[in-house]
Structures are given as C-alpha cells and as structure tokens.
C-alpha cells in the first residue's frame, strides 16, 4: 500500500471533507426543470456527465450498424440486382424473338394472300436459306428444290415485283441469281408508253435499262414491267420505277431503274412453276375492266349489223317482179 506523507494527510482528509459535503448537499438541493419537474442536483450532475459518453457511445453503435447495412449486409442485394438483371435481359430477348415472329408472320400471310389471289397460277413459296459469300455476285439459296417441281430458268417473284430467275435446281434446293447481279437480266418494257427494252443488273442496289433511244421520250418515275419476251416471266409484272434519265453515249439514254421488291431484305419468295399470265394486285382493276367491256360492245356491233344486211338481201325482192332491169 502507498504510504501519503503526513504533511499531506490533513489536506487530503480536507479535500474528502469537502467532497462529501458538497455531495450531501447536491442530494438535498432540489432543482426545478423546464418541465416543472423537482430533480436533486447529485441527479443533473450525474446526467451532464454521463449523456457526453452515452452519446459518443450511441454514435459509435450507429456508425458500425450503417457499415454492416450498407457494405456486408448488401451482399444479398447485390446478387437480387444481379439475378434481375439477368431476368430483364432474358426478357429483353424474348421481346425482340416475339417482334421478330410477329414480323416473320405478316410476310408469310402477304405471300399467302397473293398466292391465294392466284389460284389458277402453280406457284410454290420458298424460304431464303444461305447467300453467295462472294460480294460480285447476287446469289441466294432456296429450302425448295427438284422435288418440288422447281427447274432451271424458272422465275422468282415476291408480290412486290421480280426478284430473279433459278440457275440451279438441286434435290432439296436452288440456287436463284438475283436481278441486281452484273449477269442478270429480264425482258422488260415501260408501262405506260410500251417500249421495250431488257432491264439489267449493274452489281449495285439500282438497276440499268439498255436500248432506249436518244429520240425517246422517258420519265422519272415510269413504271417498269416484264414484257414476256424471255420466256421466263410472264408480262406485266412489276420490275421497277425509274429514277434516273440523262443521255448515254449515242443513241441510247442512260436509264436507272429501283427495283419493286426488296431485294436487299429478302426471307420469302415465290417460285413460279410456269410463265402464264399474272395479275399483280395493283394491276386487277385496269385488266379486269377492258375485259368486262370488250363483250358489251361485240354483241352490240352484231346485233345492228344482223338486220342492216337482212333489210339489204329483201330490199330487191318486191321489185324484181315490177322491174326486172
């Protein structure tokens, strides 16, 4: 045990005194808070002493619980976000698979219309399959082939317009050279002033009509149809509208044809088995009228034609017997 010095002894023992007074008397004051209420001094001291590492001890807890929270307990929240996001990009692809059948079904009902607007025309649809890797040459490969009846040189079509001919038929497949290709062609002619002329590929999406003279006169915006004279397709199909005109070297124009069909998007097409006449949609109106008009007028000629020559063969039979001259 230390031993305190006697000198010290009467101060320390004073100091003692001293404490336990002043303790004494903070028991017994009575102080009055904002509330009204009588608290005893010894309390509020006790209280101001104490709140300081209460507090600092209170925030301490406060800062280790927001860590754990925020850093370690995120853990699973982290691998929530994960496993949404995942579920979101699932969908996502999903989404675009839908569009995709939902587009892949309005062109397979088009095709169907139009083929059921054909009945009488043997037609079989095909699906694109593959394409030449080679960037010279505009070749396309069909699912269909000779078992279905498809041969050489038949033509391809989509219901916008001519897409190409077959080149190769195989057991199970065909190979169709497209309209855009540099050795591509179609016998073609101008709707609506009837000049022919063959429509060409150049290798780029846009194609060339040969032969049309200087002296012609062309416009932007004709439209270009098959003339049936390739024995391939039959007339009238849409082949294209022109966008360009200017003179080509002497004496033919240079002429720019767009294609009808989307030759550049193709999926579907159709594969006609003959080169009988077609009625393109577009085309039903303006045919079928002269049609309907044709057999009004005939029966008309004749029947005013009949009796103009019956009243000319009886004319001279009552006056041959008062004048024989």
Not at 140 to 152: E, F, H, N, S
Not at 248 to 262: D, E, L, N, W
Not at 296 to 309: E, I, L
Request: hydrophobic share 40%; no cysteine; glycine share 6%.
């Amino acid at each position: 045990m230390v031993a305190i010095p006697s000198r010290h002894r009467s101060l320390l023992l004073l100091t003692i005194v001293v404490v336990v007074q002043v303790l004494m008397l903070a028991i017994q004051i009575q102080r009055t808070d904002k509330e009204g209420e009588k608290n005893s001094l010894m309390r509020s001291w006790s209280v101001g002493i104490i709140s300081p590492f209460e507090r600092a001890g209170a925030w301490g807890v406060g800062k280790v619980r927001g860590t754990w929270r925020h850093y370690f307990a995120l853990s699973d929240t982290s691998r929530e976000n994960e496993r949404l996001k995942q579920e979101n990009d699932s969908l996502k692809l999903e989404i675009t698979q839908l569009r995709s059948k939902a587009s892949e079904a309005d062109r397979l009902a088009h095709l169907l219309n139009f083929s059921q607007s054909q009945e009488k025309v043997p037609m079989i649809g095909a699906r694109v399959i593959g394409a030449s890797p080679d960037a010279n040459s505009a070749v396309i490969y069909l699912d269909r082939g000779q078992r279905d009846g498809i041969k050489k040189n038949m033509g391809v079509i989509t219901p916008d317009g001519v897409v190409g001919k077959v080149i190769e038929s195989y057991s199970d497949t065909a190979q169709v050279l497209l309209l855009t290709d540099r050795d591509s062609g179609v016998g073609a002619m101008i709707e609506e002033s009837r000049l022919q002329s063959p429509v060409g590929g150049t290798g780029e999406p846009l194609l060339t009509m040969k032969y049309i003279s200087n002296d012609d006169e062309v416009k932007i915006g004709e439209h270009i149809v098959t003339s049936g004279m390739d024995r391939i397709f039959p007339r009238d199909l849409p082949v294209g509208t022109i966008a360009e005109v200017k003179p080509g070297p002497p004496p033919f124009k240079y002429i720019r044809v767009r294609p009808s069909a989307q030759i550049e998007k193709l999926e579907e097409v159709i594969v006609l088995l003959t080169s009988d006449q077609i009625v393109m949609k577009k085309k039903t109106e303006s045919v079928d009228a002269p049609a309907t008009a044709a057999p009004a007028k005939a029966p008309a000629k004749d029947v005013v034609q009949k009796p103009v020559t019956a009243k000319h063969s009886q004319d001279p039979a009552p006056k041959n017997p008062e004048n024989p001259q």
